[in-house]
Structures are given as C-alpha cells and as structure tokens.
C-alpha cells in the first residue's frame, strides 16, 4: 500500500539555495517506493507523496535539513504544517513568529515586488557609476546587460523555509554516503598532481578540501553546481526582494568577473544565490579567495581544476587552515563526566582533556597534547563526542553550521582512509521543530534564565540556558535542546 511519506510546505526564506529538485530529493532520503508529487502556487511549495528509490539531490536539500537541526534560521522562518505535534496534550501557545518574510517585508509585498519589477530597467541603469567605479566601462556594461530582465521565480526560492524534523546524525551519514567517498578517492588519484602542488603552496589538507568539493556539489555534478545564471539571479536580488543592498554587491562583483575575462558569461551557472562552480564561490568570496593556478591569466573557478583545488584551499587558508592539525577527534567520555565542559568557550590542551578521561573513541592517542580543542556533544550525551580544534573554526566559515563542518570533516577523515565513527548516533532523537523551539525558549525566559531573542534559532545563549535548567532539574547538563527538556519544562 503506497504511503505518503512528508509532507512540506515552504514558506520563508533560506540561507542556502534550495532548489525545487532539492526540494523533492530532501522529503524522502532513504525512502522507497513511490514517487514524489511537487506542486506549486503562488506562494508556497508542497511536496507530498510516496518516496522513490531514485530521488536525488544536491547537498544543499540535505545541508539544510540538516541546518534546520542546528536552527541556522533567519528570525521569522516557518513551515506551515498540520496536525497537532501535542498527543494529549493542550497546546503551548507561545508566541507567534514573524509571519513568512513576504507576508512581512515591505519589499516582499506582491504590490512592491511588482513595482521592482516593472522599475528593473532603471535598476540596472542607476548601477552603472557603481559597476564604472569597480572597472566596468560604460561600454562593457551596457554589453553586458543588454537584454537581461529579472528571474522572478527566484522570489519562490527566496521565500521558501522547510521545516524537517529528522536528526542530524541521519543527515550526516547521508552527506557523507560511500559514494561520495568512492568519488572523492578517484578525484583525489586523477589529479594527485594538483593536490601535491596546492597542498605544498597553500599549506592546506587535500582532504578536507576534496571534502567540500564532494559536500557541495558532488564533484562538480551539474545538479549540484545549478544551472542559473548567476548575471540574472543577483541582477534579480539587488533589484528586487529584501536583500538589495547584500546582493547588489555580488551583482557587482559578478560583472567584474566576467568584464575581467575570468569566466566566461555563459559559463557563469549556478544557484538561485549566484554561488557557482565546482566549490560554489559567491561572486565577493571569488574576488577575495580565487586564484589563478594554471598560469592562464584567468582566475577560473567554473573550468579549470587546478584553480577550483587552488582557490579553495586558499580560501580555508584565510580563514585561519593550520597547517599539520586534523579539524577535530572523535572522543569518548568517561563515566560521571560533569558535562558542564560542553561549551565551546571552554577551550583546553588534549592533554588536559585525557587528564578529565576523555579518550580518543578509535582508541589511538592524541598526536599533539598542547593543541586546543573545545568538546562538542552535536546530538547530546546520547550521541558521538567531538574535540574541535581550529580547523573546524576554518570549515565553519566556509559554511557557518556545525552539521556542514562536521559533515566535512568526517568525510576528509574517510577520503583518507578512516572508517565511520565508532560511537552511535541516537536511534530515536528528533529535532525540535521550530514551534517547539519557540516554545522551549519562551519557557526558559518564563523561568528567568537569558536566552537572548525568542526566535526559535538555538544559539550559545539558548544552550547554556538549557544547561543551566538540565542541572537545575537534575539531568545530564549536557545543554542539547530536546524533547526530553521541553517535556521537563512543561512540568
């Protein structure tokens, strides 16, 4: 008998590109049988349906389930679901959140949207000193945006904010899968020669950086890299929606890249975002971090292999890559660990870490004990224990979510030849949906703890206050908001 597997409704903007295939791909990982039905209106996304074997998705449909786990979520974001979560239960009615960013924007109004629209020609004109005092010549610009008129269906995208309730560690192994390891091990062979030179000039570990590469789009899968042209989507979002003033700069760049001769404008492909290339650079992180590797003149990010390895390896470099240290170890914890060192601003040697118990989980010991590392529980005392050490700060910028650097890491460490981790992640845990953050917040501040803002995004303040109540309420502090803590704060 077919059954419906999830149903999902997008109302609200995302940080990262989710595209409609992402879409369908993200409701039924791991699913069989069936196939997936996606609708649209004007407003909304719906998937619904019966999983197929053969869904497929770029990393960004996975990375944002898994972002949803850590809430990497703008104030306001929803998904509008039906049926009550509460079994028996009467409803919390904590307070609402923003309405989806169309409903509450003024520049995301249907009426303002329209105008926009209608007033892109004169955007794009009044753009052009900009772009001149950047380089572009009047000339070169008017070539350029000859013709180019608004991808408005990058509004749908704009407006889209899933909400998934699976735990990060389903969403990790699935990142990290045998055949994204398979894939990188033969990148790594075929072009073994880059690797050696990139590795020796910029000081950064081949892995992690064929890691991103696998993470992001699959080795440079054309559903992965996307396939708009990143000209019209930021000429689109610095004319139109909320984000003018953020995207207006990365149309600008964007026309530098292309007036420069870098890459060519029909090789400028990407996400509704503008991220493009193998290792999906935004047009400004290109003019930071691109570098010309194969002596061509061209900083090309798009087709040449030794500057997508090259510019992104200068890229982690930059952001603080040291070289000879791992991003992190996979640890185990002694019994009776006070769990009150989980926090990331608590920093200590791995030699003071293995003086309080906590050993490698593989057994082995740690190469350096005066390097510093912070103790990360992702999923609770329940699940794996990590000592991140810099390096894992470098990944994060790259991508600022703990599930993107840990997905990273861990599948660096398989391209290397290591195995899964050794410690289980936990069989039954569910991420809190955001009505449940919400609510779980709000409790907090109704107790008198400080969590900051209420808007359901989990941050250190959030965390510490769900540590502080864990202690107060005689659980393991290990300040992981789950249901187990809001259940106790219902109480």
Not at 461 to 481: E, H, I, M, S, W
Request: glycine share 10%; with cysteine.
């Amino acid at each position: 008998m077919a059954q419906t597997c999830l149903t999902l409704t997008l109302a609200q903007p995302y940080s990262l590109p989710i595209s409609l295939e992402d879409h369908r791909a993200a409701a039924c990982r791991g699913k069989k049988g069936g196939a997936i039905a996606v609708t649209k209106t004007d407003t909304t996304t719906t998937t619904t349906g019966n999983c197929g074997p053969t869904a497929k998705g770029g990393w960004a449909a996975a990375f944002a389930v898994a972002a949803s786990v850590f809430a990497i979520v703008p104030a306001g974001a929803q998904a509008q679901t039906t049926g009550s979560i509460f079994q028996g239960f009467q409803p919390f009615q904590a307070p609402q959140p923003a309405a989806p960013e169309r409903a509450g924007h003024p520049l995301m109004q249907p009426e303002a949207i329209a105008q926009a629209q209608a007033n892109f020609p004169n955007c794009i004109a009044a753009m052009q000193p900009l772009a001149q005092a950047k380089g572009v010549s009047p000339a070169s610009y008017a070539r350029l945006t000859a013709g180019l008129e608004p991808d408005m269906k990058i509004m749908d995208f704009m407006d889209s904010q899933p909400e998934f309730s699976k735990a990060l560690g389903d969403y990790v192994t699935m990142l990290v899968s045998e055949n994204r390891v398979t894939k990188g091990k033969e990148m790594l062979a075929k072009y073994k020669p880059i690797f050696d030179r990139v590795e020796k000039a910029f000081g950064v570990d081949r892995y992690v950086v064929a890691a991103i590469w696998g993470i992001e789009t699959s080795y440079g899968d054309p559903k992965g890299i996307g396939g708009r042209s990143v000209l019209r989507s930021t000429a689109t979002l610095a004319c139109i929606g909320r984000r003018q003033d953020y995207f207006r700069d990365e149309y600008l760049a964007t026309l530098q890249i292309i007036d420069k001769g870098d890459v060519p404008a029909d090789h400028m492909k990407g996400s509704w975002a503008g991220a493009f290339g193998p290792t999906q650079f935004m047009p400004t992180s290109f003019q930071r971090y691109a570098v010309d590797f194969d002596g061509d003149g061209h900083r090309n990010v798009v087709d040449s292999i030794p500057d997508v390895i090259a510019s992104t390896a200068n890229n982690l470099k930059l952001d603080g890559w040291q070289f000879g240290q791992t991003w992190g170890y996979e640890v185990e914890l002694p019994a009776n660990f006070d769990y009150r060192y989980v926090d990331r601003t608590k920093r200590y040697s791995l030699g003071q870490w293995a003086s309080l118990g906590v050993r490698r989980a593989n057994g082995q010991a740690f190469p350096r004990s005066t390097d510093t590392a912070f103790l990360l529980l992702p999923a609770g005392a329940k699940g794996p224990a990590f000592l991140m050490l810099p390096n894992f700060g470098a990944i994060l910028k790259y991508n600022p979510a703990d599930a993107y650097a840990l997905a990273i890491g861990h599948l660096s460490d398989r391209l290397r030849g290591g195995g899964n981790f050794v410690q289980a992640w936990p069989a039954e845990e569910r991420a809190l949906s955001r009505t449940e953050r919400m609510e779980l917040q709000t409790r907090l501040v109704q107790m008198g703890y400080d969590i900051g803002t209420v808007d359901g995004v989990l941050g250190q303040k959030t965390r510490v206050a769900v540590q502080n109540f864990q202690v107060r309420a005689g659980l393991v502090p290990d300040g992981y908001p789950n249901v187990e803590v809001l259940q106790r704060l219902r109480q």
